[in-house]
């Protein structure tokens, strides 16, 4: 199973590979229900932090699930960026966040769809090969870009964003444990991140933001 540890960061066990993925409904709230308080947050954001002078997307090359490299802060062609840092083999929050990802982009509508793009940034790459994240993300959606390679290099780029990951306890099957912090961030068309998301946030709340946040992206 996966847990919060005192610093608020996810411990996913490493047991399991794609097991977690029959939980995605479980992990998704599944409904269309209307956000909170729509743009009862600074920038006009329902669950989402609007960032001021946010982080830029880190400048790295990793390789994506075709085994083609691929520059971050460069390859991407929509004007919105959503990035998440996960690992396959993790059971359940990392494919339920991923799935709410989904449901929400779908959801909107509009263009919404079209001008974003969600990439998912492996934090246990010796595991996660192209082939193996090709076929994660065919599950959850074949849309979404997802990138492994140098274990240093994605986490010098983790911390850019401060966002932490570890490997931690091994587990009697032989595999381990990796904690790792859980936000999501959106990037605008100037490859800023412009707003922050929390683990929890609903697939309404999601949608509502998603509409927000390229509502505020350059024509």
Not at 133 to 159: H, N, P, Q, V, W
Not at 202 to 207: G, I, T
Request: net charge neutral; hydrophobic share 35%; with cysteine.
């Amino acid at each position: 199973m996966a847990e919060l540890n005192r610093r608020g960061l996810l411990r996913c066990s490493g047991a399991g590979a794609l097991a977690g993925l029959g939980l995605l409904a479980s992990c998704s709230d599944g409904q269309d229900n209307p956000p909170a308080v729509l743009g009862s947050r600074a920038g006009g954001y329902v669950a989402g932090t609007a960032l001021t002078d946010g982080p830029p997307l880190p400048d790295i090359t990793l390789t994506d699930q075709d085994g083609k490299p691929f520059r971050l802060a460069h390859d991407v062609k929509t004007p919105v960026t959503l990035v998440f840092f996960g690992y396959t083999h993790c059971p359940d929050i990392c494919p339920g966040i991923l799935a709410d990802l989904a449901s929400a982009r779908s959801r909107a509508g509009g263009e919404v769809p079209a001008k974003t793009t969600v990439v998912l940034i492996s934090t246990d790459p010796p595991r996660d090969t192209p082939k193996v994240m090709r076929e994660y993300l065919k599950r959850i959606d074949e849309s979404f870009i997802g990138l492994t390679g140098d274990l240093e290099t994605i986490t010098k780029a983790g911390a850019q964003l401060g966002i932490t990951m570890e490997q931690t306890t091994k587990l009697p099957s032989g595999g381990y444990e990796i904690t790792h912090g859980t936000q999501v961030y959106g990037f605008g068309a100037d490859r800023k991140a412009q707003v922050l998301w929390s683990q929890g946030t609903s697939v309404a709340d999601y949608k509502a933001d998603f509409t927000t946040l390229v509502g505020k992206q350059p024509t």
